[in-house]
Each structure stands twice: as structure tokens, then as C-alpha cells.
């Protein structure tokens, strides 16, 4: 990495922060206005290159750009709704309130597998609460972090520096997380990653953002409309190759529905269409890299190894022998195997039955991960009870739907090993904004807090 070129981008960064920080908001929500109406129009082009680099399919790549989109339009709405509270003061003619302000410059790493999306969520909110942004994608995704910034060169004006793209890997990640003019790091990533980087963040008392990995987990219960679920498990489970940091890995089924449950999997796994992402007939495309094939046959070899039957899994040859196409793998354990306790980035499912939903959701809580979780169920006391405390231990739980494919409008993370973050919908701008507790006294005395005596005699 060239030092100086670093510093000098940082440099850039922070001189337009400082100028952009103080537009209005609303004035800032503009410039996002039009980013998202430029995205519109370049949205076949943009998910063309998500299509090229991530490898995922077409319509998949079409909606990873209107989660761009959509994260411009709620960015929007928020430019006029950064409040801050006011509380009752204790004291006479005093006023207590909340200001946000600015960070200043945002570092952001992002994945392979939502190279404009994740970008999107963290920009938007950064961009309206008045911070530049030094964007690292991944190595894999180059092409797409050019293609977004070219979209806000367009639009932006003089503010174009408010996005700046670091190329690169490790290096570059760990020198944004040295840098002490960062103010705020926010990153995407396998737990690992976030395990090595956040030290370095902490070490140095930087703000963090962690969007780590996931092992979710969905629960069926004898009630579960069967129809609506293999389709959930099936999208969560293999779709963008099960490379979803909310990809659904293990599933528990009811034992009064597990034959017909699994049987039914079976069938809709084996008709899943995978081929070239940019074929319209394609459901599954190629895994990102021959590091990714092989981790995930490490995990199968060790399956295989204990004697576990494992349907799929296979790789097979499409086209380009360089490409990594595999045969999604359904997993029937009859106890709870090692390797469902870390996440492979593959579509591996894990199937187990259980016999009662306390005993489904304790394993499904039972790993070191908490980003997404489901149940399958048309029964309220089942889904209640999963949803309440003493349910699922997740940062995303949801009903009836599978565990990927949130909508940007809530907050998006999760607990444990993921990392604690929130980012895109509800108030995760706050991520984004230093909060300033002020309070005005506009009387004539001096009242102390706690009634405190402090008498000049
Ligand atoms: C990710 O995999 O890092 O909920 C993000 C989803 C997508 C975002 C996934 N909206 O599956």
C-alpha cells in the first residue's frame, strides 16, 4: 500500500466532510434524492456488474440495486427527522435537550456477496447525517464500488469526494482501522475478520459497526403451511448460493412432520436450476472463488467422514471449468454435529427434528452467532413465545418468512459473534451522529442539579 497516496485520500475525506457537514440536511437529502434517481436509471447496468463479479443472478442482482435505491429513499425522509429529544430540566427556566452532530469521516469495509447494497446502507445514512465516507470493498467487488461512485460523480457536484474508494485488502482495512482520523469503522464480514480488526478499532477507543457472520436457524412446527415453507427454507437456504450472512443453515422440524417435511425439501432441492447467473432460467449460480468450493468441502468431507448422509453437495461443471458451481447439500443429522456450529458460506442445510418448541429453540440459540432466525408456524402461542425473551436470542426473527431477505426500513444485525451492530432502517443513524446532551439556562439565578448548595458568602 502507498502511504502517502492513503493518507492523502484521507485528507480528502476529511476536507469534505467539514465543508458537507455544514449543508443542511435536508439540503444533503437532495444530493441523495438524486444519487437515488440516478441509480434508477442505471439499474439494469449496475446489477449487470453485481451479476459479473458476485456471480449472483439476475433477479438478485436487479434487487441488491433497489436495496440501493430504497436506502436513498428512506435517507431522504430521514434528512428532515434527525431529532434529538427534550427532556423536562429539574431546574427552573432551563432547558434540556439532545443535539446531533456529524462524525466526520466513516470508514466503511464491505463483502463480496452485497457489494452495493451493504455500501448503500451505510453511505446513505452517513451521507445525510453530514459524514464523507472512504469506502474499501472487497477485492472481488472492485468493479461495483467504481460503478457506484461513478453514479454519485454524476450527481454530486462539487461533493464529489464525499465517496472515496480504497482499493485493496487486509492492509488497507487494518490502516483505516489504525487511523485515528476515521471516526466511525464500519464493517461487513466473517466473524474472524471482525475478531482481528476490532482490537485495533478499540485500541485506539474508534467507534465500531460490526455486520458479522451468521449461522441461522428456522424452526417448523406441526401448524407450518408447508407449501409457503419449503419455498422460505429453499430461498434462504440456496439462494445467492447460500452466501448470505442471513443464508438459513440448519433447520428444525417437528418429528409429526419431519418425514413429509424432508421429503418435500428433498424434491424442491432437486429441481433447483443452477447454471450461469445471467441465464434467466438460473436459481443458483457459481460460488464466489475455489477457496469458498473447497471450505465448503471441507466441512462435507467431515460430514461424510462420521458417516452422515448428505444429499447434493457435489460440484458440477457449467460452461467455464473455472466457475464453481455446486449441488446444494441437505444434511440429516440426528444429533447436533460440530460443524453446524460455525458458518460455511455455502448452501449447506443442516435438517434435524425435535420434539417440543422449547427444546427447537434452545438449539436454534445454541451456536455463538445471533443474526437471523425464523418459524414456521400458524399457531400464535408458538410464534409468540419465539419472538418473546424467552424466544429466539437473534437481531432478526421472523415469522412465516425465511432468514434472508430483510427489508432495509428496520434495523438489520444482529447479537453474540455477529457483532452487535445495526445498520440501515430504523434509528441506526445514530451510528452515524455524535449525540450532544445540552442544557440551556435562560434564567437569572443558578440553580444546581440535585439541589446542591453552593453559596458565595
Ligand atoms: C449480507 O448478507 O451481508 O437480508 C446482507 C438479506 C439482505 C442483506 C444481506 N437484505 O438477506
Known sequence: MDKNKYSELVTKSKAISNKWRSLPAPQRGEYIRLFGEELRTKKEALASTITKEAR????????????????CDFAVGLSRQLYGLTMPSERPNHRL??????LGVVGCITAFNFPMAVFAWNFCLAAVCGNSIIWKPSPHSNGCAIGMKEVWDKVSGEFADLVLVLEGGNEEA????????????????????????????????????LELGGNNAAIVCPSADLDLTIKGIAFSACGTTGQRCTSLRRLFVHEDIYEDCTKRLQKCFDELVIGCPTKESSQIGPLISEASFNSMQDTINS????????????????????????????????????????????PI???????????AIQMQND????????IFTNDMRESELFLSEAGSDCGIANVNIGTSGAE????????????????????????????????????EDLPLAQGVEFDEN
Open 97 to 102: 435537550q439532545e443535539l446531533w452532530h456529524p
Open 349 to 359: 442445510l443442516y435438517v434435524k427434528s425435535y420434539k417440543n418448541i422449547e427444546e
Open 408 to 443: 432495509i426500513g428496520g434495523a438489520f444485525g444482529g447479537e453474540k459473534d455477529t457483532g452487535g451492530g445495526r445498520e440501515s432502517g430504523s434509528d441506526a443513524w445514530k451510528n452515524y451522529m455524535r449525540r450532544m446532551t445540552v442544557t440551556v439556562n435562560y434564567g
Open 367 to 374: 451456536v455463538s452467532q445471533g443474526l437471523s432466525s425464523s
Open 303 to 346: 460430514l461424510k467422514d462420521k458417516g452422515i448422509n448428505i444429499s447434493g453437495g457435489d460440484r458440477i461443471e457449467i460452461e467455464d471449468p473455472n466457475e464453481f458451481y455446486v449441488k446444494p447439500a441437505l444434511v440429516l443429522v440426528n444429533q447436533i454435529e460440530e460443524e453446524m456450529l460455525s458458518e460455511t458460506f455455502a
Open 174 to 209: 487494518v490502516a483505516l482501522c489504525e487511523d485515528k482520523r476515521i471516526d466511525l469503522i464500519s464493517a461487513t464480514g466473517s466473524t474472524q475478520m471482525g475478531k482481528e480488526l476490532a482490537p485495533i478499532v478499540s485500541a485506539r477507543l474508534g467507534k465500531l459497526l
Open 56 to 71: 449472483k443472478i439476475k433477479t438478485e442482482s436487479l434487487g441488491e440495486v433497489q436495496e440501493a435505491i430504497d436506502m
